[in-house]
């Protein structure tokens, strides 16, 4: 187990390298200039001297060959400095560690009630196959697979926020300074979030409860006596969760990809918006950052899901 | 119904064993499928005395499993259990609820089932130990620490080398026939009346099969429980059943003692399955005969015996009457034919 671990860690570090090459270059690619973007956006670009361009473009290495930014750029990565924001005028790592509590707390509360309402909803369809409950929820799924993030996000904030003043429309605070506001403001990106993940996860976990409901191992744990609770908790939970655990991997990016949107529907401070923020005012370093963070992490939850199935079913064996 | 002489109506006066443990009366089942509702089971009437191993013999498809699966109430949809009786214990098993309590107290405690695929049959995510002691707690009320005690006990009784050390393995760790011991430990587990074997040893190799059939003999005679065994091989009950029970197309068309099938085997289909198997006391160079044809489509039967068509007894009156009831032929020994195969039997059908 430690070995294939250790293997896919290093496997992970050239995934990695190939993203920071990625994300580097093109960013480069892009049409425009951070710091004439930064200046226009700061005083009058025509008032600017030339030496004060050029003096701003030193600073930030930009003036220097981009195989030599790159190397920098790395090297700086390896002592734990990711660089200096243009636009913000702030050390990116420490620019990280503002804005990255906020999304990772919103993504793991996604990631929660995805799961669990998802679980759920799948299992319960399942059992109860062509009854109301399933004729109700099934259908709904497809709208939660194929609703628009930013437009339910806007609905939302009509609805609860506008039109019944329930929730507060926008803003992020932390649940450690007011637990209570904190949880009323998150309660519709989450939502926004959590949506897909729910739909996906309780239409796969219905598929496949059906599919195992049909294994033979069932017909036995119906032929010992066992009540409906126990066959479905005991025998075909575990059965069936292989492939949502699958799915639970692939809607962390998701969620990942969703809160670029829905934090900036919400007007929340998160990566997120930043992320936006940072392309289109080409603040390389921010970026890149955020990027090479996101890549971090979709590696390690693959990693954690590869090693769940060893969990789930031990016929299967890492070595 | 016309009488034939020397024959009485199957169900009327047969003789009433005292011990009689389980009645199915008039069993029907069903399947709702798109090309029509499927007879799989269709009125078959058999039942089983206490500590008595009786087999039931029949080509993939007549019905046979699904008998037993009905039994237990274990048909799922689009299958439906359409009529008919199971008494058991003085109780008709089929007015209970398919899950209700009554029913799970039956299932696995009084009336124990092991099924055809021992790959397939175990839960291959919980333990040997979790999936033995499951029932254990269930219907015996017994502690985990019980349990685990009795539950390597019975691995023990059915031949698993140091059971111990093995009770905390997966079911991928055993191999096919040591699945089918498991199995035959879980389903004895909770020392119940009946155990219903499901072509338990098709899927076994055939050193393993008469191995394990021993053991299963053995295991009843043990726990003084009665055996069903389920099966297309008539040399598989042979050594081990008394009475025996053929079923062609959901019905059963033969049913007498070991002596009466294989010695004065009456019914064309019993007679041609015979011939189909070879045997060691007969002289050599007999042709193994096969029945021709295929058995029916069981959606659109016809109201006339299923086997006809297949049949080389057949007389005027089979085309003309429905499917005859059984009847008795002497003592325990019954078909459902209208022809006279008494003297045509033992010689060979001119091709």
Partial sequence: MTTYIVRRLIQALVVLILVTLIVFFVMRLLPGDPILIYVAQTAELEAMPQERIDELRAEFGLDKPIMVQYANWMAGIFRGDFGTSIFYREDVGTLMLERFPITIHLTLL????????????????????????????????????TIPVFLLGILLIYAFGVKLGWLPISGYTSPLDDFWLSTRQV?????????????????????????????????????????????????????????VITLMGVSVSIILGGSVLVERVFAIPGVGSLLVSSIFGQDYVVVQAITLIFAVIILLVNLIVDISYAWLDPRIRYG | MPSIPGSEAYSSDKEKSMAELLKVENLKTQFHTEGGVVKAVDGISYHIDEREIIGLVGESGCGKSVSQLSVMQLISTPGEIVGGEVIFEGQDLLKYKTHGPEMRSVRGAKIAMIFQEPMTSLNPVLTINQQLTEMLELHLGMSKKVARERAIELLGMVGIPSAHNRIDDYPHQFSGGMRQRVMIAMALSCSPKILIADEPTTALDVTTQAQLLELMKDMV????????????????????????????????????????????????????????????DEEEGRKLVPIEGLPPNLINMPPTCAFLPRCSYKVERCFQEPWPPLKRLHDRHYISCYANTEEKTGEPTER
Wanted: hydrophobic share 50%.
């Fill in chain 1, 110 to 145: 996604s990631l929660i009630v995805g799961a669990i309402f998802g679980v759920l909803a799948g299992m319960l369809t399942a059992v109860r196959r062509g009854k109301w409950l399933d004729k109700i929820v099934t259908p709904l799924t497809y709208v939660g697979l």
């Fill in chain 1, 187 to 243: 309660i519709m990106p989450v939502f926004c979030l959590a949506i897909f993940g729910v739909a996906a996860n309780a239409r796969q976990m219905r598929s496949s409860m059906l599919e195992v409901t049909r294994q033979d191992y069932i017909r036995t744990a119906w032929s010992k006596g066992l009540g409906e609770r126990a066959v479905v908790m005991r025998h075909m939970l575990k059965n069936s969760l292989i492939p």
């Fill in chain 2, 221 to 280: 005679e043990r726990f003084k429980a009665s055996l069903v065994i389920v099966t297309h091989n008539l040399g598989v009950v042979a050594r081990y059943a008394q009475r025996i029970y053929i079923m062609y197309a959901g019905r059963i068309v033969e049913e007498g003692t070991i002596k009466d099938i294989f010695g004065k085997p009456r019914h064309p289909y019993t007679i041609g399955l015979l011939k189909c198997i070879p045997r060691l």
